[in-house]
Each structure stands twice: as structure tokens, then as C-alpha cells.
């Protein structure tokens, strides 16, 4: 397999290179008159592998959505890598849940890698030949190279996973925010994107991810956002991880940890 292409992406600028890879500061998102997100705060980290978890309904996918501008916040500041607004956007890249894809569009791995390509080279112009070849170089990073004619509804969940990260990938931005990255594939799967995730933070890249199994996240991330609705905790696994608050946040007891 090719190298991992580095962490790129427009510049950042000196006095933000000690910034954290995403801020959000006093978040609040509701959707008509409910709260989904109520005055989050929570700082992550660059350089390394970050979780949002939390029970169903806690605003995981929403405070993702929201950093994007996908939906609207109500109040609050999101940054990534110290930048607000559009420009925040040149830094990141996401990988959304699988259940929000046609798979049914008429459109091949390839060509779902080579769109990381078109910020950068502009959405109305054709992409070179230096583009095609880092598409490609992502596509086969992720083990995918053999399927790059392949309609991706014609791809196993697993598969369609490796191809929307590598297109992430594709994008070079320092920043990857990834919905759910690991729901519904196989544990092999799992360990190789995981690997690769943790290549791209050596390489000076950062990795934000909502994710549900606690017991993956206790022995495979570095930092951790716990969350319902507020922000019950956020920094080091061992600090937020603690077994009563995790009770607390799901709301019963008997929530599966492994201690």
C-alpha cells in the first residue's frame, strides 16, 4: 500500500498552530422548540484520536452537524483549528453516517474519492492529473484500490466505509470529523481504520469521532466528550470515563463497561 497522505489543507496560521483541532464554546442547537444541545463546551485536542459518546438522542451527530454548519446553532462559537465560520471548513473533512447515503446513485468508488479532491481544485474545473493520483493513493491506502470502478451500492458495509474515509482523506484537511465511522462493520474492519485513524494523528492530523461502543473507545481513543444534551465531561479517558458519570449520563446503572 502507498504512504498515508499527510495531514494539509489551506495553512494555518502561526498564531493558531497551538490551537485545539475543534472548540465549541456555549453550543445550543434545538430543533423547532426542543434542545438537542444546551450550552455545550468542549475542547478537543490536535494530534489525537477524540470520542463523542453518549446515549441516543444525547446531540452527538447534532454538535458534528452543527461544527459544519449543516444546521443552525442557536447561540454558541464552534472553531476547528482556530478558525470560525468558512474558513473553518478549509481545515476539516467529514465522513458522514452510512444511512444518510444514496447508495443507489450511479457513482463509483473512485469518483466518490476524487470529490475530496474538488475543494481544493474548484468545483468547477477538472481535476488534474496530481489529484486523480492522490485520490487513488487515498483509495488504496484504505485497501479499496481494486474496487475503484465499483458502484458503491454494490460495496459491503465495510467497503463503503474505507472509500468515504479515504475520501476524507483526500481532502488533506487536518481535521477529520467521522459520524458513526465503526456501526455495522466487522471487527477486522474496525482494527484497520482504527490504524489508519491513528496514522493520521502521528502525522500531525486529528480525529474527532461520534461512537457508541465505550469499551472500544476506552482502550483505542485518547480523549473523550460525554454527552446528553449538556456536556457532562470532557478530556482524558480516565477523567471522563468514570463508571458513575457514564451510569449518570445514560441514565441507568447497568450501562455495558469494561472496567
Same mark, same amino acid.
Given at each position: +500500500?502507498?504512504?498515508?497522505?499527510?495531514?494539509?489543507?489551506?495553512?494555518?496560521?502561526?498564531?493558531?498552530? =497551538?490551537?485545539?483541532?475543534?472548540?465549541?464554546? %456555549?453550543? #445550543?442547537?434545538?430543533? &423547532?422548540?426542543?434542545?438537542?444541545?444546551?450550552?455545550?463546551?468542549?475542547? *478537543?485536542?490536535?494530534?489525537?484520536?477524540?470520542?463523542?459518546?453518549?446515549?441516543?438522542?444525547?446531540?452527538?451527530?447534532?454538535?458534528?452537524?452543527?461544527?459544519? =454548519?449543516?444546521?443552525?446553532?442557536?447561540?454558541?462559537?464552534?472553531?476547528?483549528?482556530?478558525?470560525?465560520?468558512?474558513?473553518?471548513?478549509?481545515?476539516?473533512? @467529514?465522513?458522514?453516517? #452510512?444511512?444518510?447515503?444514496?447508495?443507489? *446513485?450511479?457513482?463509483?468508488?473512485?469518483?466518490?474519492?476524487? +470529490?475530496?479532491? @474538488?475543494?481544493?481544485?474548484?468545483?468547477?474545473?477538472? $481535476?488534474?492529473?496530481?489529484?486523480?493520483?492522490?485520490?487513488?493513493?487515498?483509495?488504496?491506502?484504505?485497501?479499496?484500490?481494486?474496487?475503484?470502478?465499483?458502484?458503491?451500492?454494490?460495496? %459491503? =458495509?465495510?467497503?463503503? /466505509?474505507?472509500? *468515504?474515509?479515504?475520501?476524507?482523506?483526500? /481532502?488533506?484537511?487536518?481535521? $477529520? $470529523?467521522?459520524?458513526?465511522? *465503526?456501526? =455495522?462493520?466487522?471487527? &477486522?474492519?474496525?482494527?484497520?481504520?482504527?490504524?489508519?485513524?491513528?496514522?493520521?494523528?502521528?502525522?500531525?492530523?486529528?480525529?474527532?469521532?461520534?461512537?457508541?461502543? $465505550?469499551?472500544?473507545? &476506552?482502550?483505542?481513543?485518547?480523549?473523550?466528550?460525554?454527552?446528553?444534551?449538556?456536556?457532562?465531561?470532557?478530556?482524558?479517558?480516565?477523567?471522563?470515563?468514570?463508571?458513575?458519570?457514564?451510569?449518570?449520563? @445514560?441514565?441507568?446503572?447497568?450501562?455495558?463497561?469494561?472496567?
Amino acid at each position: +500500500m502507498s504512504e498515508l497522505p499527510r495531514p494539509g489543507g489551506r495553512e494555518v496560521p502561526p498564531e493558531r498552530a =497551538g490551537g485545539a483541532a475543534l472548540e465549541v464554546r %456555549s453550543l #445550543t442547537v434545538s430543533y &423547532r422548540t426542543l434542545p438537542v444541545l444546551w450550552e455545550v463546551d468542549a475542547t *478537543f485536542p490536535r494530534g489525537v484520536l477524540s470520542a463523542i459518546v453518549g446515549p441516543n438522542g444525547a446531540g452527538k451527530s447534532t454538535l458534528l452537524k452543527a461544527a459544519l =454548519g449543516l444546521v443552525p446553532a442557536d447561540d454558541g462559537e464552534v472553531r476547528v483549528a482556530g478558525a470560525r465560520g468558512r474558513d473553518a471548513l478549509d481545515h476539516v473533512a @467529514y465522513v458522514p453516517q #452510512t444511512e444518510s447515503v444514496d447508495w443507489d *446513485f450511479p457513482i463509483t468508488a473512485g469518483e466518490v474519492v476524487a +470529490m475530496g479532491r @474538488y475543494r481544493a481544485a474548484g468545483w468547477f474545473r477538472r $481535476l488534474g492529473r496530481d489529484d486523480r493520483a492522490l485520490a487513488a493513493a487515498c483509495l488504496d491506502r484504505v485497501g479499496m484500490a481494486g474496487f475503484a470502478r465499483r458502484q458503491i451500492g454494490q460495496l %459491503s =458495509g465495510g467497503q463503503r /466505509q474505507r472509500v *468515504f474515509l479515504a475520501r476524507a482523506l483526500a /481532502q488533506q484537511a487536518p481535521v $477529520l $470529523l467521522l459520524d458513526e465511522p *465503526f456501526a =455495522g462493520i466487522d471487527a &477486522r474492519t474496525q482494527a484497520d481504520l482504527l490504524r489508519l485513524l491513528r496514522g493520521w494523528c502521528a502525522e500531525g492530523g486529528s480525529v474527532v469521532a461520534v461512537h457508541h461502543d $465505550l469499551g472500544q473507545v &476506552r482502550t483505542s481513543f485518547d480523549w473523550a466528550l460525554l454527552l446528553n444534551v449538556r456536556a457532562i465531561g470532557c478530556g482524558p479517558l480516565a477523567a471522563v470515563l468514570d463508571p458513575d458519570e457514564v451510569a449518570a449520563a @445514560y441514565g441507568a446503572p447497568d450501562v455495558a463497561w469494561a472496567p
